[in-house]
């Protein structure tokens, strides 16, 4: 993980905010899908989830395969990442920017971060474990 890739992150995690206040604006917070639910609810759900889906492609595997469970697991209670969700997300991916940038600017010994990868962490444990789970191994 570098500064760069943290950026993209934290672009991605802009646009998905924006669909999360989008949806949650017209539908509501903790929308539940009928038969009946209308095509713009399903097609905003399925961008939503397309968009975590994008964010986890850029996270290392060990991310991926280690969530951390910092924040709630809000996929228990609603279908879809609520507006509150994804300014989390956003405040772990400012984390992260900074973590990246501050051992780029000044590398330690180890050639490792721990702080990289525990924002890393927080993040995968922010996105819904199915949209994790379909990030193929060779795009990760």
Same mark, same amino acid.
């Given at each position: 993980m570098n500064t760069t890739t943290a950026l993209k992150i934290a672009a991605s995690v802009a646009q998905l905010t924006g669909l999360c206040t989008t949806f949650q604006a017209k539908f509501g917070?903790?929308?539940q899908f009928?038969?009946?639910?209308?095509? /713009?609810?399903y097609?905003?759900?399925?961008?939503?989830? #397309?968009?975590?889906? /994008?964010i986890a492609e850029l996270l290392d595997d #060990?991310?991926? /395969?280690?969530?951390?469970k910092k924040a709630s697991e809000w996929w228990r209670?609603?279908?879809?990442?609520?507006? #509150?969700t994804a300014g /989390?997300?956003?405040r772990e991916v400012n984390h992260l920017i900074a973590s990246c940038a501050y051992f780029e600017a000044s590398p330690c010994a180890s050639g490792h971060s721990p702080t990289i990868t525990a924002a890393q962490e927080a993040?995968?444990?922010m996105l819904h474990p199915e949209v994790r789970a379909r990030v193929p191994v060779a795009l990760r």
């Open positions: 917070r903790r929308y009928t038969p009946d639910s209308p095509a /713009e609810a097609e905003l759900h399925r961008a939503i989830c #397309a968009k975590q889906a /994008e #060990a991310a991926l /395969e280690n969530p951390m209670w609603q279908n879809t990442m609520d507006m #509150a /989390e997300l956003a993040i995968a444990g």
